[in-house]
């Protein structure tokens, strides 16, 4: 059973950083291209950042610049670095994990970031 567990969203004020964590169990990390998305209220869900599983990055253009996704195979997790935040960063924050074979989509249960003075 494929398990994403997220965690490192809070409270942050705006120009501030957070670095979000996300852990995959229960599938062949290495092979899975990994992604984040967040979903605002009131908002459809989008992506934010993918990494495939060779490494190749996109970013969504509101947080280019800003924002940096990473893999760590070794420890089965995905990052994303989000530096400079704004309040329009405030948003649930989900992993994706896409396998390589199959193509099948697992989902995280979601962290909360707020940009808020």
């Known amino acids: 059973q494929v398990q994403l567990v997220e965690s490192g969203g809070g409270l942050v004020q705006p120009g501030g950083s957070l670095r979000l964590s996300c852990v995959a169990s229960?599938?062949?990390?290495?092979?899975?291209?990994m992604g984040w998305y967040r979903q605002a209220p009131g908002n459809q869900r989008e992506l934010v950042a993918g990494?495939?599983?060779?490494?190749?990055?996109n970013t969504s253009d509101p947080v280019k610049g800003r924002f940096t996704i990473s893999r760590d195979n070794a420890k089965n997790t995905v990052y994303l670095q989000m530096n400079s935040l704004k309040p329009e960063d405030t948003a649930v924050y989900y992993c994706q994990l896409r396998t390589y074979y199959g193509g099948y989509e697992y989902w995280g249960q979601g962290t909360q970031v707020t940009v808020s003075s």
């Open positions: 229960g599938t062949r990390f290495s092979t899975a291209a």
């Open positions: 990494i495939s599983r060779g490494g190749n990055i």
